[in-house]
């Protein structure tokens, strides 16, 4: 288990590093899910920022879970790193968790901003901020495969980069992130509950009291976060590549 540990760290801070070495591109992970709060807090005032303080957080977790999925291309077929991994003592799962774990590490600024403005406006309770914490974890732990499937199914980086972006504006835009369930007229919001970060933001909601729509009931959208993870750990396990063939 120790060495296990070991090895994930090893991989966190190997894939780490290139990115606190960069400043610029640090701060651009770090701004980039706040500025939204900046618009919503001129037009929408108070509400507003408190609305953006749980699409901060969540859009920052969401971005750790598919951005990795640059970090496999880049490591399977620019380095070699993978090939290189394949032959150590490194376990998939554990290359897995480390990579992962390296985003949240790089995502963690702003997630941590989001909490502050959460705890100085007294938004939660801190049973509620307990039950947030819960909800916003299993959504990373549902995100997590997405990443490696992506990374692991596509050679071109150029086409990667781009297919992360598309899901990146899905999942923190179009879905009800920024702003609650109750500004989408209920004839629409079907459409949005295909889109697993909706189920998550709902439920964080829920805890923080920001919404006042019940959306798919609580059990179901625990029921849609429970099964989606599934799905996403049966997906990553079928299609994503750690020996080529």
């Known amino acids: 288990m120790r060495k296990a540990l070991v090895r994930i760290w090893a991989i966190c801070w190997y894939n780490t590093l290139p990115i606190l070495r960069n400043p610029l591109t640090f701060l651009t992970i770090v701004i980039w899910p706040i500025i939204p709060m900046l618009f919503m807090g001129i037009f929408l005032g108070e509400e507003g920022v408190r609305q953006a303080i749980v699409g901060i957080i969540i859009t920052s977790v969401s971005f750790s879970g598919i951005y990795v999925a640059q970090d496999y291309v880049f490591n399977r077929t620019i380095t070699k790193l993978q090939d290189f991994l394949v032959a150590s003592p490194l376990k998939q799962h554990e290359y897995i968790f480390g990579i992962t774990l390296s985003s949240l590490l790089t995502t963690s600024i702003a997630i941590l901003i989001g909490y502050m403005f959460m705890i100085y406006m007294h938004m939660a309770s801190l049973m509620g901020l307990i039950y947030f914490t819960f909800i916003i974890l299993a959504g990373a732990f549902m995100l997590e495969p997405l990443g490696f499937i992506i990374g692991s199914r596509f050679d071109d980086a150029g086409r990667v980069n781009g297919i992360t972006n598309i899901l990146a504006i899905i999942f923190s835009f179009v879905a009800p992130v920024y702003y609650p369930l109750d500004y989408i007229p209920e004839s629409y919001r079907f459409f949005t509950y295909l889109i697993p970060t909706t189920h998550i933001a709902h439920l964080a909601r829920v805890s923080l009291g920001l919404t006042g729509?019940?959306?798919?009931?609580?059990?179901?959208?625990?029921?849609?976060?429970?099964?989606?993870?599934?799905?996403?750990?049966?997906?990553?396990?079928r299609y994503s590549r750690w020996r080529e063939a």
Do not use: D
């Not at 849609?224 to 997906?235: D, H, K, N, R, S």
């Open 213 to 237: 729509v019940e959306g798919l009931g609580f059990y179901n959208h625990i029921a849609v976060i429970a099964g989606l993870t599934i799905m996403m750990y049966l997906l990553g396990y």
